[in-house]
């Protein structure tokens, strides 16, 4: 295990707001830019039910996500790619923890959460985690098409 790409990805996860993420059903892709936090390099994020992308979750949990700057020159280009799992959080505990992070990344939402026309709002609003399998860290200023590949399973095994 690369313990520094380890903690090359997580530094940049925790550093950045916006994911795209990529979703498909009965051969129909989508994708979708959504807010994120991280718990190491499980994602979580803030969805309702009736969007599409989560719609597709329902029947298809594979997905793929970037996450990354927008570079005017290409040799510049950093950046996080991944895929796994998405499923939308049933456990109380984790929604919690998981709540806890948005809250403190996106201090704008407890807004949300005091504002009862907000809070209504919110109610709707489901959380959703990404468990990717193999993550891979993009920095094209390393060299050019510097790309490194990281097993999660490896990570977790040790």
Same mark, same amino acid.
């Given at each position: 295990m690369d313990r520094e790409l380890c903690q090359k990805?997580?530094?940049?996860?925790e550093q950045h707001n916006t994911l795209t993420l990529?979703?498909?059903i009965g051969g129909q892709p989508?994708?979708?830019?959504?807010?994120y936090v991280n718990d190491r390099f499980n994602l979580y994020f803030l969805s309702k039910p009736e969007a599409r992308h989560c719609?597709?979750?329902r029947e298809n949990s594979a997905v793929a996500a970037t996450i990354n700057d927008d570079y @005017?020159?290409?040799?510049?280009? @950093?950046?996080v790619q991944l895929e796994g799992t998405?499923?939308?959080v049933s456990g109380t505990v984790e929604k919690a923890g998981a709540m806890s992070l948005y809250l403190i990344k996106y201090p704008f939402v407890k807004d949300f959460i005091s504002v009862s026309r907000l809070k209504e709002a919110l109610s709707?609003?489901?959380?959703? @985690?990404?468990?990717?399998?193999?993550?891979?860290?993009?920095?094209?200023?390393?060299?050019?098409?510097?790309r490194k590949e990281l097993k999660i399973s490896a990570v977790n095994n040790t």
């Open positions: 990805i997580i530094d940049y996860l990529a979703t498909s989508w994708a979708a830019s959504l807010y719609q597709h979750l @005017k020159n290409w040799r510049e280009i @950093k950046g998405a499923y939308y709707s609003v489901k959380i959703y @985690k990404i468990e990717p399998s193999t993550v891979w860290f993009v920095d094209n200023s390393a060299g050019y098409f510097d």
